[in-house]
C-alpha cells in the first residue's frame, strides 16, 4: 500500500469518528462546548470569548473589551473595558442609558406621565443637554461660558454666563442670583437674604430660621426651628467657641471642632467629645444613639436599627442590622475578610463570604449560588460582578455557583482556571470533563457515560451497555440544551432513546 493510500485510510477513518458539529467539544483552553438541559456554554482562548445561555438569559464576552447580556423580558445590560462603559436598556420603561467614563453618558426614558425624557453629557459634564417631549426639560450648557440646566444637584434649574461672572439658580419656590460668584448674591421668594462674601451674609425663611455671619468663618449667629415654642438658638466664634441652646438643651464646643460636650437632662442625654479620637454619647428619646470611641483602640455604635463594633479602627468589626424584618450579622478584617449572614422578612437568607484574594462565596436563597476562587474583586471599590465579566478568565482559579433564579430547571456549574476542567449539572444530568483526558456524563436513570483520550475511547453503562462509536477531540455527547423541563411525575427525555432503539 502506498503512502498516499495509507494517507488517505487514515483520513477517511479520523473523519468517521469526529463529533458532530453540535455535540460537546472540549479542547481547552483553545475552544469548548458544554451542554446541559437549558444550559449551554461556549468559550474560546481561556475565556477570553464566551457565549453562556441559561433559562431566558443569554450573554456573549469579548474580555476584556465587551460583555452583553439579553434576558427574555427583552432586557439588556452591557459592560465594557471593566466598566468605564456601560449600557442598560429596560424595554417596560423604554429605558436607555449608557455610559463610557469620563468622555460620555446618555439617558432617555418614559416617565410614569407618558413624558420622554432625555439626557446626555460629555467630557466630564463641561458640555450637557437634555429635552423632553412636552418642552418644559430642554437645557444645554458649555462650561464656563453659557448655559442652563434642569433638576441638577439641588437645584431645579440654573443659568450662568461667563462663570462665575453670573449665575443664577432656582429651588422650589426660592430664586438666588449670583455675580461674582461666591462674593456678590441675593436670594428672592420663599427665603430671602443677601451676602457680600465674606464680610456679611443673611438668611431668613418666615417661620423656619434666621442665619447671618459677619467676616466668615470667624462668627455665625442662628435661629432655627422657629415654628416650635422653644426655637433653637446658636452662635460660633471661630477658632474659640460656640454655644447651642434649645430648651432645656445646651451644647458647648471649644476650639472647635475639637473639644466638646452637650447635655438634655429631659432626656438623659449626654455626650463629650476630644474630635476625632474620643466620643462619648448616650441617651436621646428621638433617635437614641450610643457611641463609644477611643481610636484607635475601639468603637462602638448603637441606635434602633444598627449596631458594629471595631477594634483597632479600622480593622476588625461586627455588625448587627435589623430593619422592616430584615436581619443581618456581619464579621470583617479590613480588607482581607468578610463574613455576613442575612435572613429577610419573607424568610429567606443569604450568605456572602470572601477571603480576599483567595476566594469568595455568595449565596441568595431562591436566586443564586456562587462561589470563586482567587477572586481579586474589591466591594466598595469596583463591583465584583464587573470585574469578573471583564477580567475573571485571567484570576479566577475556581469557580463554583448555583443559578436559583425562577426556572424550570437548576443548573449548577464549576469550572477551574482557563477552564481546564468543566462541569455541569441541571434536570438530573450531570456532565464533567477534562481536556484531553476526557469525562462522564451522568443520565438522570443513573446511565454513565464515558469518553476518553479526545473522545476515541468511549462507552456507557447500564442495561443498554456497551461500547460506543469514537467522537473525536471528544466527549462528543449529544447537546442537551433544548431539552424541557419534565411535568410533575415525568422524568426528562432521554436523548439516546432513539438510538437505542435503532440499534436494537
Known sequence: MTFLRRLSLLALLASGSCAAPDSEIHLAPLFSRHTAPDYQHAEGLGGILRFHAEADVTSWALSPLLWREKNG?????????GGLGAYEYDPDRDRSYARFFPLWSYRSE????????????????????????DGLENYFW?????????????????RFFLFPLYLENHKEERDSYHWLWPFFGRTEGSEKGWHFWPLRGVAEVEGQYKRSYTLWPFWHRAEDELYKPFPRKSWLLFPLFGRVTQDDYQATTVLP???????????????????PLIKFQSGGVDAPRKIQRFLPFWLHYEDEFTAYSVLLFPFFWHRE??????????????????????????????????LWPLLSYEFEEGQREQFRMLDFGLPKVLDPDTLARSFGFFYEFWVSRESLKPAPIVVKEKRAWLNLYHQAEAGGHRRWSIPIVGGQWTEPDGTTHS?????????RSGDNGGMESPAFPGPGWPDLHQLAAPAAGEQMANPFDQNREADA
Open 73 to 81: 423580558h427583552g432586557d439588556i445590560t452591557a459592560s465594557m473595558l
Open 110 to 133: 418614559i416617565r410614569p406621565d407618558g413624558i420622554r425624557d432625555t439626557d446626555w453629557a460629555a467630557l466630564l459634564w463641561l458640555i450637557a443637554g437634555g429635552t423632553s417631549s
Open 451 to 459: 469518553s476518553w483520550l479526545l473522545g476515541l475511547l468511549r462507552w
Open 142 to 158: 458649555i462650561f464656563p461660558f453659557f448655559g442652563s440646566g434642569k433638576d441638577f444637584l439641588t437645584y431645579d434649574e440654573f
Open 257 to 275: 471642632p475639637f473639644f466638646g460636650w452637650a447635655s438634655r437632662p429631659s432626656t438623659q442625654f449626654s455626650s463629650w467629645q476630644f474630635w
Open 321 to 354: 442590622d435589623h430593619a422592616n424584618g430584615m436581619e443581618r450579622n456581619g464579621n470583617y478584617f479590613v480588607p482581607l475578610y468578610m463574613s455576613t449572614t442575612t435572613k429577610r422578612e419573607d424568610g429567606t437568607r443569604a450568605r456572602n463570604f470572601r
